[in-house]
């Protein structure tokens, strides 16, 4: 950077880069910030409000490209600059301390993203108003931050509401406002409520490929999730052709190591085990599950959620391929793990319950399984409701436990009540 090379033209810069990351090219837009953060702090200031701008930008391409272990740093200096030099509720510190709380969620720190969002939202809409587009981002990242803490509950009438303002403010084909609809589908679509998230999916992954261009990360995430309702319908026949697309494109475009590439592979192995093409399945998801494992232990640490998570899978492919000791040794220490860092109640934690108990059987440990899935059942129907799709995957599971240990009426009234509620009059 040259010495007349001031604020105006480091804004410039990052308003390229921003056009960068719009178009979906995260690599130049990183290169051309990591850049102009250089030059900034040496002719500006590390701690000049325009290099925290750039710093924030930085941040948010970082996060795009799945970095998010060189994100928080950043933003967190960022937050400091701008609370010294405007303070603490001036909007520009406000929309810093936002990203700072999403990329808190990002490194597993839900509770703490929570509290963050909260305290920003509520001086957004007492500063800014309950209208302004950041007020609206913020109450868009605090209804992921809600679903990520499995309170889905507490998430939709948000997302709801970021979805109607966001049309009525910015415009339907915002793409902010696509980004606020394909969020209200993913949670319909974590409430168990697959019908009312395909329409809205089906139109953010057109509008995105209209607007943002085919290959565009962001309409890449609608097909994948899209792709995923499918599959929660039983359209599996559906899923696979869009998962194994995804995949391929986001290997070209994002790179084979990027976390949602690992999450297309993973996806895709989850639709070939359902479609009954059970090796295939297991045999490329325990490969991709065995890298990302070791990766994550190291880069984010064994209680990290992505970390458990994919320690998580890789019990399911190990179990898969009949090797159901492995599976219920790994499944053991995700589920005191996730107990640990979610709580007993978390949607996730009860996955891994429920993964545990078919290891038990599997292993002819009855008792064990049907003690373990009771208490998963009654979980469920606190935390999901008694109609969810995993609440009635848990009491088939009861029923089978039952039925090993010689109790069939109990078995049958379960099986009874499941068909009763998914006929509709639960």
Do not use: C
Request: charged share 25%; net charge negative; hydrophobic share 40%.
């Amino acid at each position: 950077m040259a010495d007349h090379e001031g604020p105006e033209f480091v804004m410039s810069q990052v308003k390229l880069a921003a056009a960068y990351k719009t178009a979906g090219d995260l690599r130049q837009a990183i290169s051309l910030l990591e850049q102009t953060l250089a030059g900034s702090e040496r002719e500006l200031g590390a701690d000049d409000l325009v290099t925290a701008t750039v710093r924030n930008n930085l941040a948010a391409a970082y996060r795009a490209a799945g970095e998010s272990q060189r994100v928080v740093a950043l933003l967190e200096q960022a937050v400091a600059d701008a609370e010294q030099a405007l303070g603490d509720e001036h909007e520009i510190t406000l929309a810093f301390r936002n990203n700072l709380a999403a990329a808190y969620q990002d490194t597993g720190e839900v509770r703490l993203a929570i509290r963050l969002h909260e305290q920003v939202l509520a001086a957004q809409e007492r500063i800014l108003g309950g209208q302004d587009p950041h007020t609206l981002e913020t109450l868009n990242n605090l209804a992921r931050a809600y679903g990520a803490a499995g309170e889905v509950g507490r998430a939709l009438p948000l997302l709801e509401r970021a979805v109607a303002d966001g049309e009525r403010l910015l415009g339907a084909d915002h793409p902010e406002t696509l980004a606020f609809r394909n969020n209200l589908a993913e949670a319909y679509h974590q409430a168990g409520q697959a019908g009312r998230a395909l329409p809205l999916l089906e139109r953010a992954v057109a509008d995105g490929e209209r607007l943002l261009g085919a290959d565009h990360p962001e309409t890449l995430a609608f097909r994948n999730n899209l792709a995923a309702v499918y599959q929660q319908l039983g359209d599996v026949r559906r899923a696979i052709p869009l998962y194994e697309g995804v995949l391929a494109d986001r290997q070209r475009v994002l790179g084979d190591d990027h976390p949602a590439t690992v999450a297309s592979l993973h996806n895709l192995a989850g639709a070939y085990a359902e479609a009954g093409d059970a090796q295939r399945a297991a045999s490329l998801s325990r490969m991709a599950n065995e890298e990302t494992l070791a990766r994550r232990r190291k880069l984010l640490g064994p209680d990290h959620p992505d970390t458990l998570t994919s320690q998580n899978n890789l019990a399911r492919d190990l179990s898969r391929l009949g090797m159901h000791q492995a599976a219920r040794t790994l499944d053991e220490d995700t589920l005191a793990r996730r107990i640990r860092v979610h709580g007993a109640d978390h949607p996730w934690t009860l996955t891994t319950a429920s993964n545990l108990g078919f290891d038990l059987r599997r292993l002819g440990e009855h008792q064990a399984a049907r003690d373990l899935d009771a208490d998963t059942l009654a979980r469920r129907r606190r935390v999901l409701g008694y109609d969810h799709p995993r609440t009635l995957a848990s009491a088939i599971n009861l029923a089978e436990d039952l039925e090993r240990l010689g109790d069939h009426q109990g078995a049958a009234a379960l099986r009874a009540e499941v068909s009763h509620r998914r006929s509709g009059h639960g």
